[in-house]
């Protein structure tokens, strides 16, 4: 069970990208431990969101991914989510810093979560560095994307991190479809094949991994449908968000 506000937005005409289960359709599995700052954000066990690990501390994810009923447990340094493996690091939740104009709906969907304790960096386990600067994304850009969860909407979940390739969109491509729901200076889009794959419900918060930098956080799909090449993805881009993170952090 989703707490109020994860529930209010999962009623919206576009769904998050992941309310409670989701992930890469299509793609590919990753490498295993390719990825040393993917997060998977469990609630019962249950992976529900993923993340990025941007310091020993902290990990960035989408705002509406924090549930108000069921503590969260962060799950680094793993590739089957399945098992326990020894690569894993377990954590508790210190405090969740969801952007304070985040109003359970697409705009300002990104949250800072703080772990009770540091994690033990190594192969495994290891932070991505954020972008220094906002501006524009041009258009035509391959990203990778990667997540755990559903294959597609109506197939059953993946053990295994997976990951796939988009392209960033021209701004009046995501303006003209999505039209309110979308605000360019916050929020990236996506081009993407039925071939080639992408995000899916379930895969919120994951990263949009472009020239090796994180620009974006899954955010949300056409509903039932991710799979639709005519409705971009859309991703909340974590530059326009820098000096609001670089606070939180030295706090």
């Known amino acids: 069970m989703k707490g109020a506000c994860s529930f209010l937005c999962v009623l919206l005409m576009v769904s998050t990208a992941g309310a409670s289960e989701g992930g890469i359709f299509g793609g590919r599995v ?7 700052y993917m997060a998977s954000l469990q609630f019962q066990g249950q992976h529900s969101c993923g993340g990025i690990l941007i310091r020993d501390d902290y990990v960035l994810t989408s705002a509406h991914c924090k549930n108000d009923v069921q503590p969260m447990t962060v799950v680094l340094g793993a590739h089957d989510i399945s098992k326990k493996e020894k690569t894993q690091q377990h954590f508790k939740v210190q405090k ?3 952007h304070p104009d985040y109003k359970c709906e ?4 990104i949250m800072l979560i703080k772990l009770e304790t540091k994690a033990k960096l190594n192969k495994y386990v290891k932070p991505i560095e954020l ?17 755990w969860g ?15 390739t988009e ?4 701004k009046a491509e995501c303006n003209n479809i999505w039209k309110e729901h979308f605000n360019s200076t916050q929020m990236i889009c996506t081009k993407f094949s039925r071939k080639t794959g992408g995000i899916c419900q379930g895969d919120s918060g994951g990263p949009l991994i472009c020239n090796t930098k994180p620009l974006g956080l899954a955010a949300f799909t056409k509903q039932d449908n991710c799979n639709d090449p005519k409705f971009p993805h859309v991703f909340i ?5 820098l000096p609001w993170i670089k606070k939180i952090m030295t706090e």
């Open 237 to 241: 881009k974590i530059n326009f968000y």
């Open 30 to 36: 990753a490498k295993p431990h390719s990825r040393p």
């Open 150 to 164: 559903k294959t597609a909407v109506d197939k059953p979940a993946s053990n295994v991190l997976k990951e796939a």
């Open 96 to 98: 969740y810093n969801q």
């Open 131 to 147: 972008s220094k600067k906002n501006g524009d994304i041009r258009a035509n850009i391959k990203c990778a994307v990667a997540g």
């Open 167 to 170: 392209e960033t969109q021209f």
């Open 106 to 109: 697409q705009a300002n969907d």
